[in-house]
């Protein structure tokens, strides 16, 4: 994981060596990228610009560009169609600047919401594997999204999008799961999903 990244109280070396036991330690808050947003909003700003100009056009083959009143009805139109061209990756963008991660060495807290807030966490023992998947358009813009199997109940899969660090994130996670689960001695059989 990028040192940068780790919380610059936490004391590391106490950490690799296992020196705490017990005690649980804030690492890092990871939150989604905005960049993942930069194609969805060129494809509606493509469609938004595309309807225009068939509306423009409509209007204008039928002669209703003409009079003064009907272009207060063009303007509300247009108004309309970038409204509604806009809203889903504004939409889009609160989901993604209201969702954080934060990872201690026992658990990982995801918090989301835009008018209310609800925070669930899992315990790093209860995560089962790590995939990481990048989308062509995740790979072009440096992004990559971590899936995380669990056998926790309320959240089976957990899924971290739009990471910069895709690759060495899915990692970091790995090393802080085998540390807890040894810290813990835990042992998952298989088909028991930890029951």
């Given amino acids: 994981m990028d040192p940068n990244l780790v919380d610059p109280d936490t004391d590391m070396a106490n950490l690799v060596a296992g020196n705490s036991a017990t005690q649980e330690v804030s690492l890092v808050t990871v939150k989604p990228s905005v960049k993942v947003l930069i194609a969805p909003f060129i494809s509606w700003v493509v469609m938004g610009a595309c309807l ?21 009805v063009v303007a509300g139109l247009l108004i309309v169609i970038w409204a509604v061209c806009l809203l889903p990756v504004a939409f889009q963008l609160l989901v993604l600047k209201t969702s954080s991660y934060a990872f201690s060495n026992q658990r990982l807290e995801y918090t989301r919401g835009i008018l209310s ?6 315990e790093l023992v209860r995560i089962r594997d790590i995939t990481t998947n990048r989308s062509l358009t995740e790979r072009l813009l440096g992004l990559g999204t971590v899936v995380l199997d669990t056998v926790d109940r309320s959240h089976p899969i957990l899924k971290i999008p739009a990471q910069p660090n895709a690759y060495q994130l899915a990692d970091w996670i790995h090393q802080l799961n085998t540390s807890e689960k040894h810290r813990l001695n835990y042992r998952e059989f298989e088909g028991t999903q930890a029951l």
């Fill in 52 to 72: 225009t100009f068939l509306v423009l056009y409509a209007l204008g083959a039928y002669g209703f560009l003409a009079d003064m009143a009907s272009e207060s």
């Fill in 117 to 122: 807030r609800r925070r669930d966490q899992i």
